[in-house]
């Protein structure tokens, strides 16, 4: 089998940790059990080499051998495709995660991303509340009904939902009880953990190599 390498930055400032993308690939390795190792590229001096690799000058990536891809959802779904534990292999299975894969890219993230960014930039009036309220609403309705996304179990469409809704911070929108027993239950799993754990560790390393 091909060495699984996911690529993240030397080093971040505080506010990220803990919530850089590198965490989705990690998570996924470490759910389906794929070695992987981690490697990195400077974060303060993004050259022509980071761009030849994610041509945005972002992290994650992953490499498999020979292959390159970017995009943590591609990343994500490319590890699916090596491990049934993060998709199902029946097509219904399959369209069920495929599909709230991207609706946690294209319907959540793409609002909850710029709304968080006028949050920490100190909008004095954050207009994109009302809009990420309702894809909210939406959410919490959902999963009012079921315990995961897509066939009935734990799948990649989880992961990434759970992560992106991480960041949503779900508990300021008020009164969503589904969907923070949602979020609460994805994060509790072992691999959350370990793979959290691991990008704290490996940015309070660089720390110490800075200092
Ligand atoms: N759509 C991209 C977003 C990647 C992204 O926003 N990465 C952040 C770290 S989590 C980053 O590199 N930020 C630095 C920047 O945008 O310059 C993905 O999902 O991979």
Request: aromatic share 10%; with cysteine.
């Amino acid at each position: 089998m091909s060495e699984l390498i996911v690529w993240t930055y030397d080093w971040v400032p505080q506010g990220p940790r803990g919530f850089v993308r590198d965490l989705r690939l990690r998570w996924a390795c470490e759910e389906a059990g794929l070695s992987y190792s981690v490697r990195t590229v400077p974060f303060t001096d993004r050259g022509a080499d980071h761009l030849a690799h994610q041509p945005f000058g972002q992290v994650p990536f992953l490499s498999d051998g020979e292959l390159e891809i970017f995009e943590s959802g591609a990343g994500l779904l490319h590890l699916a495709r090596k491990s049934e534990k993060l998709m199902p292999r029946d097509p219904v299975g399959e369209a069920q995660t495929l599909q709230w894969t991207v609706a946690a890219l294209n319907s959540i993230e793409m609002v909850s991303v710029p709304w968080w960014f006028l949050e920490v930039t100190g909008a004095a009036d954050n207009h994109l509340s009302g809009w990420l309220a309702s894809r909210l609403d939406h959410m919490e309705n959902v999963l009012k009904e079921r315990e995961w996304l897509a066939a009935d179990r734990f799948t990649v469409a989880d992961l990434l939902m759970a992560d992106v809704l991480r960041v949503a911070r779900v508990r300021s929108f008020g009164d969503r009880t589904a969907t923070e027993a949602y979020v609460r239950r994805v994060t509790e799993r072992p691999s959350f953990k370990k793979a959290h754990a691991d990008q704290m560790a490996h940015f309070a390393t660089a720390d110490q190599l800075r200092s």
